[in-house]
């Protein structure tokens, strides 16, 4: 209930400059309610029927690598920027190393 009234407050206010960080966050809260929704509905199924709880664990973990890869994307590309001289200067030291040795 707490996570529906802040993704209502959140979607009426917008409290990201980034309309891209507002959207990721928007689906992010949309994740969670859905992989709480579908754990509550894994604990009561029986425990006869493993199979449908498995692939319900199943599609959490695929749902959860599909609404990360937006945040990973995100973080590494603005790492790339930020850290493309160093990783460059270690790169050529290490590649001189290794072929002339």
Request: some cysteine; hydrophobic content about 40%.
């Amino acid at each position: 209930m707490c996570l529906m009234i802040y993704q209502i407050i959140t979607s009426s206010y917008l409290p990201y400059i980034y309309s891209k960080l507002n959207k990721l966050d928007l689906s992010s809260g949309q994740f969670c309610t859905i992989a709480i929704s579908q754990q509550l509905f894994n604990t009561f199924v029986n425990s006869k029927e493993i199979n449908l709880s498995k692939n319900s664990v199943n599609l959490i973990v695929l749902m959860c690598f599909k609404f990360s890869f937006p945040y990973l994307f995100k973080i590494v590309s603005s790492s790339n920027e930020k850290y493309k001289q160093y990783f460059l200067t270690y790169h050529t030291i290490i590649l001189k190393k290794i072929y002339l040795q």
